[in-house]
């Protein structure tokens, strides 16, 4: 089976609402264990480690075993290929935002 590209995975993981603000939360806290991101979640302990498995299988996050305890923090280079995706497109928005500048300059000097 073709394993799908890193900007898919991450797109996909990401796609999840419950799973993009465990990440934001995860991001906010620096590193946080499952139960502080259980608390106050309305989220299973079984769903949020769910979650940040995919988060884990995707680059986002990584985790540091302490004792009983599992803690996690973000990972930069897990939005790497989103990143440089929406890199792309800012250069073709940058283009087109200066033609219109200059359109509107020729409109109203």
Do not use: C
Not at 56 to 61: E, I
Not at 63 to 85: E, H, I, S, T
Not at 96 to 105: E, H, M, N, S
Request: charged share 25%; no cysteine; aromatic share 6%.
């Amino acid at each position: 089976m073709l394993q799908p590209a890193p900007l898919d995975t991450v797109m996909r993981t990401l796609a999840n609402p419950t799973r993009r603000a465990v990440f934001e939360r995860i991001i906010d806290a620096r590193e946080i264990s499952v139960a502080e991101l259980t608390e106050g979640s309305g989220v299973t302990q079984s769903a949020i480690s769910q979650h940040l498995g995919s988060l884990k299988r995707a680059g986002l996050v990584v985790d540091r075993a302490q004792g009983r305890n599992v803690f996690y923090r973000a990972d930069p280079k897990g939005l790497a290929p989103l990143a440089d995706w929406m890199g792309h497109y800012g250069v073709f928005w940058r283009k087109r935002l200066a033609d219109l500048r200059t359109l509107l300059k020729e409109i109203d000097p």
